[in-house]
């Protein structure tokens, strides 16, 4: 593969990946908006998010054996046109439970491009540079939380938070567009792939069953979880507890962002000396210990602004590290059902991600504590589930580079 090639694939399964992304963080500055539109509060408003994360989470589950049964364009081409007209309908709601409905809607949609550019990455480029590769989508990815919020701040600002889902929309379009003209089906037709209920449970069941595919799961999971459990707290800890606004809202989350997207590339070079293993093992702790002093200094109230960015801002370098190699860790033993595994994978995340999210949503409290404790909490689960497996199914895992296993429907 030359050069360009190489740069084309990496940007269109980059624009794929950042998707869900940029529908959760542009229009998070319109909470406010949002919640004075429809008559309820930010809490309420947050739901949608929430359903946003629930709807991916069932998503992932279904276009998994599509995306395996029939190819990567269709399942794919299909979701984005789904997408693209439930954005729509966003920025049409007149009540917040049509933006629940409608927000799950779009998940559907748009967790197409993310279980299919997961698959992509496993179909196009060897097992061994899968973490280089996920590490550089978190590149395109990256400008989401850091341009998406600014644009979502200056379009509520202006315009009105209805033209967020507008933009969002017309993004998909070209999308699309892209994929049709330039991304090639990476996988061929397998008509033996049942879509009957109960094969696809078998099969799901059987990727499970596979230690290193459960543990990194579980484990990047629950770290990434953090993540979400910013997303949703940030608006209210930002906004209502120090009183930004919502264009300043958009810049520190950009900032923040650098975090995640600027460790994402470190780990890139440091895949050079060390394994994605040695990495994770490295990486897990000090994000526990970054959660652990985020929560006793906001419990003990000496953080105060600056001091609350900088905590995120080192969790999320710690994100950045963990998220690449997890994900490159727990699809390397599949090459034939890496649309199955992608899926269960994400959809596992992703429903983690939307419990923790709501959890935070629950506490109407004018304090950064809830979110601190929430994201502590993760970090710490996430580190005695990866450590607490590597001791009971020592010597099982494969690594990147070792024997790759398929697992039959």
């Keep these: 593969m030359n050069r360009k090639r190489y740069i084309s694939l990496i940007l269109i399964l980059g624009t794929l990946t950042a998707l869900g992304p940029f529908s959760i963080d542009m229009y998070l500055p319109g909470f406010p908006a949002m919640a004075k539109y429809l008559h309820t509060d930010v809490a309420g408003v947050a739901l949608s998010l929430s359903s946003f994360f629930i709807g991916l989470a069932a998503g992932q589950l279904l276009y998994g054996p599509l995306l395996d049964k029939f190819g990567r364009r269709k399942p794919l081409l299909f979701g984005l046109s789904v997408y693209i007209l439930a954005s729509i309908g966003c920025a049409m709601i007149t009540s917040l439970n049509e933006l629940i409905v409608l927000r799950v809607i779009q998940a559907i949609g748009s967790c197409a491009a993310a279980v299919a550019s997961m698959a992509m990455v496993r179909d196009l480029f060897p097992v061994n540079e899968n973490a280089k590769v996920f590490a550089l989508l978190m590149l395109v990815v990256g400008a989401s939380p850091m341009v998406a ?239 607490i497996s590597l001791r009971i199914n020592r010597g099982k895992f494969t690594g990147v580079t070792g024997e790759r296993v398929v697992v039959s429907h």
């Design 149 to 387: 919020p600014t644009i979502g701040g200056y379009v509520t600002a202006g315009p009105g938070w209805q033209w967020v889902f507008i933009i969002l929309a017309i993004m998909a379009v070209f999308i699309l567009v892209a994929v049709l003209l330039v991304l090639p089906d990476t996988y061929k037709l397998d008509p033996t792939i049942s879509l009957k209920p109960k094969p696809i449970i078998t099969g799901f069941l059987n990727v499970f069953k596979v230690p290193q595919f459960y543990t990194y799961t579980f484990t990047g999971s629950f770290a990434f979880s953090g993540l979400f459990a910013y997303v949703a707290g940030s608006p209210l800890v930002f906004m209502k507890v120090f009183g930004v606004d919502d264009t300043v809202f958009g810049w520190i989350f950009a900032g923040i962002s650098v975090g995640f997207i600027g460790s994402s590339q470190v780990n890139s070079l440091v895949l050079c000396y060390f394994t994605s293993e040695q990495i994770v093992k490295i990486a897990l702790p000090a994000q526990a210990l970054v959660g652990i002093l985020f929560l006793i200094g906001s419990v003990l109230g000496i953080l105060g602004f600056w001091g609350t960015i900088v905590m995120i801002f080192l969790f999320m370098c710690c994100l950045g590290m963990i998220n690449p190699n997890a994900a490159a860790l727990t699809l390397a033993p599949f090459s034939r059902n890496a649309g199955t595994a992608s899926s269960l994978f994400g959809a596992l995340q992703l429903g983690i991600g939307a419990l923790v999210s709501t959890s935070v949503s629950f506490f109407d409290s004018l304090s950064v504590v809830p979110l601190a404790a929430v994201m502590c909490a993760t970090a710490g689960i996430a580190f005695l589930i990866f450590f």
